[in-house]
């Protein structure tokens, strides 16, 4: 990663507002359009293999519900507290989860996308290593992979402890320059700490709620995401990660003049943590209020000008679904 691209640009889940989400194409795309790192969500199959996935229930991105052969792996579970019906990548094998095709997540706004269904496969998490490298030979510098691991206390639970199937998959190729590690719970990142995988730790943060990791641990009691960015849970959050990854609604907020950004950045970095925003989106449905035009939310809206105002605010990274309007809004700063 260079240093002085700031903030770095990173390809949510590849490029998603061109190809559907997580597959080959996608990531190679978001490379290809000048992206500083790529973002996968990783999740396990019943037999180990880490697969790239926005979830483990994967009946909205890929056509599992058109084989007949799976009928009988639709179920109900609940995840992190919340109940979900489908396919899940646990109940498969990876040689089963290889004959799935991808399809797009929300068609409804990227119709475009839907032009793509059944194009691509599932791919692994040691599939993506070699497209970076590829990526960062093409463009002569370091770039990375921000790896989200989902479910982390829920996968152990089931016996695939992600710690250590992610540390396998790893070794030898992570750096600190490659690799930037992050979840919502920080119990697993600690437990990447431990095994010694060099990389950037990063705590991810939601508006609402509470970690799954520590309701797991103590219920009701247990801290929620608003007191983790406090001044004393970001002092706190210092001593054991590098930075914190949050909701872009953390960082924007309505007023009466329109839109402002928060302190949030500010108070972070005054602690000692890199700031991380999820997620950049040129359409109206994304946009924060006073940047959407025209009534229709598929349609783009004044994307740049929100992009420029939560750069303006100093931070560090931001998670875009089109990772080329990233940069231009960081290059026409």
């Known amino acids: 990663m260079t240093d002085s691209l700031r903030p770095l640009v990173i390809g949510h889940r590849g490029a998603p507002g061109y190809r559907p989400e997580h597959t080959a194409s996608s990531y190679r ?28 229930e994967i009946s909205g991105t890929t056509d599992v519900a058109a084989h007949p052969e799976f009928a009988d792996r639709r179920t109900t579970k609940v995840i992190d507290g919340v109940k979900l019906t489908g396919w899940f990548t646990e109940d498969f094998t990876w040689p089963e989860l290889a004959t799935l095709r991808a399809t797009e997540r929300i068609p409804a706004v990227r119709q475009a996308n839907t032009t793509f269904n059944g194009m691509h496969g599932i791919i692994r998490l040691r599939d993506l290593l070699p497209i970076i490298d590829d990526a960062s030979d093409a463009a002569g510098r370091q770039l990375a992979m921000v790896a989200e691991i989902k479910h982390a206390t829920y996968f152990e639970s089931i016996g695939l402890p992600l710690d250590e199937l992610v540390a396998a998959e790893l070794a030898g190729w992570a750096t600190p320059e490659s690799l930037i590690l992050e979840s919502f719970e920080q119990t697993l990142l600690g437990q990447l700490k431990a095994r010694g995988i060099p990389g950037h730790y990063v ?20 801290l ?34 329109g839109t402002e950004t928060t302190d949030l950045v500010a108070r972070a970095h ?9 997620t950049l989106r040129a359409e109206n449905r994304f946009l924060a209020k006073s940047f959407r035009r025209g009534s229709r939310g598929a349609e783009f809206g004044d994307w740049l000008s929100e992009f ?25 700063l």
């Not at 931070?315 to 026409?332: K, N, S």
Request: overall charge negative; cysteine-free.
């Open 29 to 56: 795309l978001a490379l290809a359009l000048g992206a500083d790192a790529v973002e996968p969500d990783i999740v396990a199959t019943r037999d180990g293999v880490l697969v790239l996935r926005h979830e483990n």
């Open 270 to 278: 005054a602690a000692g943590l890199a700031v991380y925003t999820w």
């Open 224 to 257: 929620s995401y608003a007191a983790h960015v406090t001044l004393a849970g970001l002092v706190g959050l210092a001593r054991e990660v590098d930075g914190v990854s949050v909701n872009k609604s953390m960082i924007l907020t309505e007023t009466a003049v």
């Open 203 to 222: 705590y991810l943060v939601e508006a609402t709620g509470s970690p799954a990791d520590l309701v797991a641990q103590h219920g009701k009691a247990a």
């Open 308 to 332: 420029q105002l939560i750069m303006r605010t100093g931070i560090d990274g931001v998670f875009a679904d089109q990772p080329d309007l990233a940069i231009e809004a960081r290059e026409t």
